[in-house]
T-cell receptor, first 112, second 113 residues
Framework: SAVISQKPSRDICQRGTSLTIQCQVD?????MFWYRQQPGQSLTLIAT?????????ESGFVIDKFPISRPNLTFSTLTVSNMSPEDSSIYLC?????????FGPGTRLTVL | QQQVKQSPQSLIVQKGGIPIINCAYE??????FPWYQQFPGKGPALLIA?????SEKKEGRFTISFNKSAKQFSLHIMDSQPGDSATYFC????????????FGKGTKLTVNP
């Protein structure tokens, strides 16, 4: 299994500001995934982050809104830019280890 | 387009009952079918997973049944306990390409004492 930590665990932000979420894994992984879970909803993939290359975004998500960094094989960041109340969600980091997917504890974001 | 359909949306059982959650998929290329358990305020935790080369897998009180021809799989929880009350998500993925995980919409399970 993989142990994944995220920072911050929660935050309350003002409209128009940006928040960067950090994800740290206890082992080296090729791909890291960022998901969004809106209140009471399922998980939706935002993007896939490979070390050393540009992130791949899913339909409906764009780099200007959700820039991602992947500086090494154990760390990634997701920035939620120019936030609006519709961005209030739980943001989850995930990794694929030996064919099994594991998730971090999530970052609960509230935008006022 | 939802690639994994999950039902029911919510489920209430008595302690000791056997809740069953069902999922159906469309993409025959899927070859990995995990179930996740999520408690409020927590990230999803991998519960059990199956690949299409077997029809059933058991881990403790949790069993996955898999029907490849019907493109369906289900989660059974034996001797359910109030501590099993959580939201359960089925998912599917396939290697080759992005390897991304596609989720069902979730089932909120309540186990009454």
């Amino acid at each position: 299994s993989a142990v994944i930590s995220q920072k911050p665990s929660r935050d309350i932000c003002q409209r128009g500001t940006s928040l960067t979420i950090q994800c740290q894994v206890d082992s080296q992984v090729t791909m890291m995934f960022w998901y969004r879970q809106q209140p009471g909803q399922s998980l939706t993939l935002i993007a896939t982050a490979n070390q050393g290359s540009e992130a791949t975004y899913e339909s409906g998500f764009v780099i200007d809104k959700f820039p991602i960094s992947r500086p090494n094989l154990t760390f990634s960041t997701l920035t939620v830019s120019n936030m609006s109340p519709e961005d209030s969600s739980i943001y989850l980091c995930s990794v694929d280890t030996l064919g099994s997917w594991f998730f971090g504890p999530g970052t609960r974001l509230t935008v006022l | 387009q939802q690639q994994v359909k999950q039902s029911p949306q919510s489920l209430i059982v008595q302690k000791g009952g056997i809740p069953i959650i069902n999922c159906a998929y469309e993409n025959t290329a899927f070859d990995y079918f995990p179930w996740y358990q999520q408690f409020p305020g927590k990230g999803p935790a991998l519960l059990i997973a199956i690949r299409p080369d077997v029809s059933e897998k058991k881990e403790g009180r949790f069993t996955i049944s898999f029907n490849k021809s019907a493109k369906q799989f289900s989660l059974h929880i034996m001797d359910s306990q109030p501590g099993d009350s959580a939201t359960y998500f089925c998912a599917a993925s396939y290697e080759g390409g992005s390897e991304k995980l596609v989720f069902g919409k979730g089932t909120k399970l309540t186990v009454n004492p």
